[in-house]
């Protein structure tokens, strides 16, 4: 099995929301793919994968999320 991402979403800081999370399926992914909504942490480490879809969002290059401590 591969564990190469299905697609890989980019966001800049200001994406993000609260503490440095994203989620998915984010609002560009078709109807017909939908899953339920997870909140991903991309905060923490630059990067989160969805359980369901498998699609990764990861920081831009150079962009620094301000996590809640």
Do not use: Q
């Not at 980019?10 to 994203?22: F, K």
């Not at 998915?24 to 899953?35: D, G, R, Y």
Request: proline share 9%.
């Amino acid at each position: 099995m591969s564990t190469e991402p299905k697609s890989v979403v980019e966001l800049a800081a200001a994406d993000l929301l609260g503490p440095g999370v994203t989620f998915c399926p984010n609002p560009k992914m078709a109807l017909w793919s939908n899953h339920p909504k997870v909140f991903l942490d991309v905060a923490s480490t630059g990067e989160g994968r969805c359980p369901y879809c498998g699609t990764v969002y990861r920081l831009k290059a150079g962009e620094k999320a301000h996590a809640a401590h």
